[in-house]
C-alpha cells in the first residue's frame, strides 16, 4: 500500500466517526509512526509503506475514531514551542494558558522569583515559565502522584531538574514558604457543566482536573485564601479563570486583599487571566 491510500482509508474512517479533523490527523499520525516530518507524508503520496506500519496506523485510527484526543494517542503536545510528555493522568495544555505563561514572563523577566504551579499537571506552566527566565526557581504540586510523574519526566526531558522540584501535595499542606508569584490553572468548570463538553474531553480527560464545584469557583478560592498566607509582601498571583468567571473571581480577590494588575482576554475576547497583586 501507498501512504495516500492508507490516509485516505484512515480519514474516512475518522470521518465517519464524526472527528472534524479526520486529515489532518491522520497526516500527523502516520508522520509519527514513519519518524517523518507531516510535509513528507504529503509530499510522498506514492512512497509505499510496510505492513506493520499499515497495522500500527489502523490501531491508532481506531483509538481516533473513539474521540480520544490525539495527545493521548502519541503521548506528546506542543506548547511553548516545546515538546510535552502527556497522557490520561493529566490535562492537555491549551493555547490559551500560553497566555498566562507569556503576561508572566513578560512581567518577571528580569527578576530571580521563587514560584509555585498549584496543580501543576504536566508541569508545563512553570516549566515554560522557568524556559524564559533563567534566573526563577519554582515548586510545582498536584494531588495526583501520577501527573507528578509526568511533569518531572518533562522537567527531565527539558532539563530544568535544577530549577524545578515537584510534589504530591495539597494546597493546604503547602506551609513555611514564601513565593514571590504563584501560577495557577485550577479546574474551573461547574459540575453540572461538565456533561456539556467535548466527547475528547468529557471521555478521556481527568475530571478532577475539571471539576470546580457547584460555581466553578471551588478551587479557585482556595487557591486566593491559601495564597494570602504563602505570597511575599507584593508578590503577585496569575490565574486562568474560566469563561464569564472575571467579575465574580475580581470580586473574590478584592475582598481578600488584592490588587487587580493586569487582565489577558483569550482568542474569543473573553478574559482569561488575572493578575493580581497582594
Known amino acids: 500500500m501507498i501512504i495516500s491510500d492508507l490516509l485516505n482509508s484512515g480519514s474516512k474512517v475518522l470521518k465517519t466517526s464524526k472527528v472534524q479533523t479526520h486529515q489532518l490527523d491522520s497526516e500527523i499520525m502516520l508522520s509519527c509512526l514513519l519518524k517523518k516530518k507531516r510535509e513528507h507524508v504529503i509530499t510522498n503520496p506514492e512512497e509505499k509503506v510496510s505492513k506493520n506500519t499499515i497495522n500500527n496506523f489502523n490501531k491508532l485510527i481506531s483509538r481516533r475514531s473513539t474521540k480520544e484526543p490525539l495527545a493521548y494517542i502519541l503521548k506528546n503536545k506542543e506548547f511553548w514551542s516545546k515538546n510535552f510528555f502527556v497522557n490520561k493522568n493529566t490535562l492537555i495544555p491549551r493555547p490559551e494558558t500560553e497566555l498566562l505563561c507569556d503576561i508572566v514572563i513578560k512581567t518577571i523577566k528580569n527578576n530571580n522569583p521563587y514560584i509555585l ?24 504540586i498536584d494531588i495526583s502522584k501520577k501527573a ?33 508569584l504563584i501560577v495557577s490553572n485550577p479546574p474551573y468548570i461547574k459540575t453540572s457543566d461538565i456533561k456539556n463538553l467535548s466527547d475528547d474531553v468529557r471521555k478521556f480527560e481527568p475530571k478532577i482536573a475539571l471539576d470546580g464545584g457547584k460555581d466553578g469557583l471551588d478551587v479557585i478560592k482556595k487557591v486566593i485564601y491559601k495564597s494570602k498566607t504563602i505570597l511575599k509582601e507584593l508578590g503577585l498571583l496569575a490565574l486562568e479563570i474560566g469563561h ?15 490588587k487587580e494588575e493586569l487582565l489577558v482576554t483569550d482568542y474569543q475576547d473573553n478574559i482569561r487571566c488575572i493578575l493580581a497583586r497582594f
Open 244 to 258: 464569564g468567571q472575571h467579575y465574580k473571581v475580581s470580586q473574590i480577590l478584592k475582598d481578600q486583599g488584592f
Open 117 to 140: 504551579d498549584i496543580g501543576t499537571g504536566t508541569g508545563c506552566i512553570l516549566l515554560s515559565i522557568l524556559s524564559e527566565v533563567e534566573k526563577a526557581k519554582g515548586m510545582g
Open 148 to 180: 507528578i510523574e509526568v511533569a518531572k519526566k518533562n522537567s527531565n526531558n527539558l532539563g530544568l531538574n535544577k530549577r524545578a522540584k515537584f510534589f504530591t501535595k495539597s494546597l493546604e499542606s503547602i506551609e513555611n514558604y514564601k513565593f514571590d
